[in-house]
């Protein structure tokens, strides 16, 4: 059983039953699943959390999914590794790296699809859709095969090959729209009114957002049970940095971890950063744009979380930030340099963003802090290819590679064994 009660609105707080809705049918507000607090408090401790699979599954007493109906990839229990090398570089205390590169499709949107999928399946659907900047296709088309379920992906014509492959492979029904994200997710919310699907980020929405609040509680675990005391993250929509903080929240008021203020840092690159320009001009009204990045993951332009995300900057006294192409590329290398870990773009994005709020007073170098990598590094190789170490061509002889080596690297000749 599930302690989630009903679907609430955001906004002016009316209820709905749990069914695939996502608008309050009085003030348009978005809705957000409601739980049986005590019931879940009643319930949820330390021991039997760590009891649970190696997986978001742990946290199902926090879940809107019922456990005979869960579609499981095995998703989450990333590893949270200790950055001390990247640290150094930026001039930190205590870094620590979320590595949500490791899920089944390689990257967060493992997590909201986790739940959403198992919803909808609890929903009787038998169609998973979305409306995708790239990785959550890949998630969606993945977990459609696992459940035994049809999947249609819609994209934009201009996404990275390894983000198409990383969809098609699983053979879902792929439509790449000739547009921006923000069309595709036009056409979608109409797909969803008249056909019998369930559009992950759309239909079944407030589903899926509860997914990424995972990631806040497998952090608070994974550093002893306690909160850090600021993290950087990066914002499409806006869902998973405000879910982080809820995931927080929510660990505080189980007891299960002592109440600390959480600053929640967001990480945009600057060909697409409207909620960072609405922050950096004082405003919650939030301007659409039309994207030109290539932290293609993040290239949303009308963010539906938007408002939220900046509610959340001002709640934990937190902030935003904008970086550059180049610098997104920067933050990979730096990723993978110091820590061997290999980053997408968006990736590179919170690494800059952290290096960035560093120089601005954002976040302090002394504290705590958690950047979270949601996304591997194979499907935007474009981005990085052109930038680093080539091979060094040799044939398959000693004096080949001891000329080629020396003229390289400006090494010495080898000493032989004996010699
Ligand atoms: C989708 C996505 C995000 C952020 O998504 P939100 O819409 O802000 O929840 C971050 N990183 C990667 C790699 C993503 O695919
Ligand atoms: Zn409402």
Redesign the pocket.
Known sequence: MTYATCLACRECGREFPLEPLHVCDFCFGPLEVAYDHDGIQSKITRERIECGPRSIWRYIDLLPVDVDFIVDLNVGWTPLLKADRLAERLGMRELWIKN?TCNPSW???DR?VAVASSRARQLGFQTLACAS????ANSVSAHAARAGMEAIVFIPHDLEAGKVLGSAVYNPTIVSVNGSYDDVNRLCSELADNRHWAFV?INVRPYY?EG?RTLAYEVAEQLGWRAPRQVV?????????T?IHKGFQEFQRYGLIEESPVRMIGAQAEGCSPITTAWRNETTNIRPVKPDTIAK??A?GN???GYY?LKTMKRTDGGSTAVTDPEVVEGIQMLAECEGVFA?T??GVTIAGLRQAIETGQVDPDETTVA?I??GGLKTADAVVEHVTQPIPVEGTLQSFEDAFAEEVGAPQAVGVGG
């Open positions: 949500d990257s967060f949107k909201v900047t790239g990785n959550l980020n957002a990424s993250a990066p914002m499409a929509s806006g869902s998973l940095f879910k993951s993040l949303i963010p539906a979380d995300a997408e968006a990736g979270f949601t996304g």
